[in-house]
């Protein structure tokens, strides 16, 4: 085990002189970090693209909430890059309580990687799951498959909650079936071996995405790293790191790491992974040499916990993919990196077929959800389709959401709950994501994005030729001050709703995204439709872009499917631009569906069309509600109000 000791370590010190060469070469650009967030006066400083970009990503998937947002609209108004800050600082204070959940999820993924050799087993570093099958960690802990195939992998060797040992899961690895390595970014993909049951490993631990789109953390935000330090049972270092600097294909970062920790993943305060940590940063002298904690010159002999270690360094998410994508594969290793998903934004091709286990674990948390046997006796299928934003969402739990809202109504009704296991949900919001980050060059404005916003504002009273909002407050508020290139439109329809011109613009691109690109379409539509009944009664309850889905859903069904009722909330079908680009080209209502009920809120940007009654005609049911203003386009508050719970309900329970 002499030499192998050897080997790795020899391989983990030119990490650790690559990254210290790295750290010394951009000491002028942390200097212009420290002085730029002592003259703002804030710890989130970036260049103003990764501040958009990560003020979006934080409201498109909930982060920060809408009542917030009003709050911080309220304030003094400050530059556009400021109000970005606002709104990454806001998510920074304060955590919601799943914040300690997710952390628990994803520390399931994370394995102790050892070396067997004539019964001795040596510590290596850290791995994590980011498929069902897939193993990421890095280089210098696997250089080669015949080491993956020396070596053990431990899920859940950590302390349990009374302190003592949990019970780990030790696997091996497979990579005679899959294994890429690349010594430059110090990392490694292998296929981890089923257990003795043939149950891929996601199916049992999870695992965290590998997320190709920008906006995932910025210079001065926290940062968490969950590991096996020196082999120890599992820790995990929290909010006290942060982010220094952002390099092409690595990052700098405080956090307390040692030797073990290599392959750790790190993660941003959503539990998304952004980096693959590979090596610490060593202090050293005017010659380039290592010292120690006391100052002295590191020898060999010193050991590693005997090093100064200054900073840490990780290898970006998007350099690993990138790397992924220019390299080529056999149609099994295809498929295996099929199971990364849409987020990976990876050009792959079809994959072959998977074992159950496989398509059960790929299904977990990325996939719709199918309604128990026995749901409504049979005599029915009920759908609920969800809109966008909800990309590494878990479907269940957003089941459960909807569930809960409509049960609340039905109560108030006088009407019995239902049971989250009686619903079907399909999910598209990976598929989704993923297509729009593949198709949407840079930062572009589509024409049909332009005519959604322009139609929304005139639609709340903007003059065709265009201005700022008319009140004073109100422009400052949500006017071009939020983003430099918020347009007019934008602003007016932000000044007229309860909800930030950010979220209205990142709806209406998306909206736009679909309608526009018909590979974008066809992806989204096969995605729920994977999980849609071919024959019988269906009850279709959708949501925002799901309410425009759900209309192109409709024209393409079997004629076996009958439409029951089509309950639609907080839609944009009332706008012309959303009708002419509908499979069925116009508001046409289709003819399989029985009753149409439609709810809205005056408040809610996305339902600016309503009623539709104008458009679809008067065989529909409008429904107008009150929502609170820092939920306007919530589900759940639509699904809460009685009137629309008992709408439902009505067909659902007879």
Partial sequence: MGTDSDAHTTARCRQVEAASQRFSDHADERAEVDRERARRNTAVVDDPAQLEARAERLLVTGEVPAQTMIELGSREPVDGVRALER???????????????????????????????????????????????????????????????????????????????????????????????????????????PGPDGVAPGAVFGWNPLIADQGKIVIGEAMNVIGHPMGRLKEISIRSNRLDLQLDDFLHYSSD????????????????????????????????????????????????????????????????????????????????????????????????????????ALRTPGRGIRAGAGAFAGRRTVVFLHGRGQEGRDPAE??????????????????????????????????????????RVADVETPLYEDLVTEAARRVGMPDTGCAPPDPVAREAFGATLLSRVRDG????????????????????????????????RGVLEAVRADLPVRGELILVAHSLGTVVALDLLTELPPEVEVSLLATAGSPLGLDAVQQRLLAGGPKRPERVGEWIN????????????????????????????????????????????????????????
Avoid at 612 to 633: C, F, K, T
């Fill in 490 to 521: 934008l602003s007016w329809v932000a000044s007229h709703s309860a909800l930030d011109s950010l979220l209205i613009r990142a709806v209406f691109r998306d909206v736009a995204a679909y309608l526009e690109n018909e590979a974008v379409r």
């Fill in 257 to 360: 790491t040692e030797p073990g920790s290599s392959g750790s993943p790190v993660f941003n305060d959503q539990w998304e992974l952004v980096a693959l940590h590979h090596s610490g940063v060593a202090a050293t002298d005017s010659a380039g040499h290592t010292l120690r904690a006391d100052g002295k010159r590191w020898q060999p002999g010193d050991g590693e916990d005997a090093v100064h270690w200054i900073a840490n360094e990780g290898v970006r998410v998007s350099a690993l993919l990138r790397d992924l994508r220019g390299r080529a594969f056999d149609a099994a290793q295809r498929a295996l990196l099929d199971e990364l998903g849409p987020a990976a934004a990876l050009s792959t091709g079809a994959g072959s077929a998977r074992t159950p286990e496989v398509r059960e």
């Fill in 599 to 654: 709810t809205f809120y005056g408040g809610d940007p996305i339902a600016i069309g309503c009623p539709l009654q104008r458009a679809w005609g008067s065989d529909l049911r409008d429904l107008p509600v009150e929502n609170p203003r820092d939920r306007a386009h919530d589900i759940a508050e639509y699904l809460a109000h009685p009137a629309v719970a008992a709408a439902i309900g009505g067909q659902l329970l007879r």
């Fill in 87 to 193: 709104i990454i600082d806001a998510a920074n204070e304060l955590q919601a309580v799943n914040f300690l959940t997710r952390g628990v999820r994803a520390a399931d993924t994370v394995a102790r990687i050892s070396l067997c050799h004539n019964g001795r087993e040596m510590p290596l570093g850290t791995g994590s799951l980011v498929s069902p099958q897939l193993l990421l960690t890095n280089n210098h802990v696997l250089p080669s498959a015949e080491r993956a195939a020396s070596v053990v992998v431990e899920f859940r060797a950590e302390a349990g909650i009374d302190n003592t040992p949990a019970a780990a899961v030790r696997l091996r690895l497979a990579p005679a079936d899959f294994f890429v390595t690349d010594p430059g970014l110090d990392y490694t993909l292998v296929r981890v071996a």
């Fill in 398 to 439: 957003l089941r459960r959401g909807w569930v809960a809202g409509l049960n609340k109504g039905l109560t108030l009704a006088g009407l019995r709950p239902l049971d989250p296991a009686d619903i079907t949900f399909p999910f598209y919001g990976d598929q989704l994501a993923g297509s729009i980050g593949r198709e």
